[in-house]
């Protein structure tokens, strides 16, 4: 299992420590030709316009969303869950539109403060510790996207096939639960791309 990360802004070296401590092999993606041979791909937090600007003039948001297209796993946090957004408000922006949901960034101290809170997920029995820091907020989510976990009334961690978004930053916990159910969608969706298996739309 080999995932690439976004090696532009914000935590990708916390995000590498935590998937090699379960045992994924973990590559640096600042160019186009870095994604080749990756079953997933996480978007760390940091500045999502900045991260934008840099994946167009480098080629590398048409690369985004053809991998997502051929079933690649995409796991967004923060600035990473704004860039996969159909829809950005507040201030608007472009975005790869990969998920089916509208995000907030900052209206009117709309974002989550800085704050480290606990809270319940489907994904397993315990709480889930999450690490805001000026979170975006999940306003709307479309048709099939899983709420795996809320905060405040809000969805905090969401799926749909192939694509994962926190507005947390799950990277900077000991807990590895969210970067489990990662890798077990990157396992999933590797094993239907061997056997033929098209991606669903």
Known sequence: MKIGILAVQGDFQAHAAMLE???AQT???????DLEGCDGLILPGGESTTQLKFLQEEGLAE????????GGAIFGTCAGAILLAKDVQHPRQDSLKLMDMTV???????QISSDVVSAPTTLKKEPLEMVFIRGPVIERTGPGVKVLAE???KPALVERENIMAATFHPELTEDTTVHEHFLSLARSRQSRRANGAKPAK
């Open 151 to 153: 905060y405040a009334g």
């Open 63 to 70: 690369k985004i969303v053809k991998f997502a297209e051929r």
């Open 27 to 33: 590559t640096e993606v600042r160019t186009p030709g």
């Open 21 to 23: 401590q379960l045992g």
């Open 104 to 110: 907030v960034r900052n209206a009117y101290g709309r």
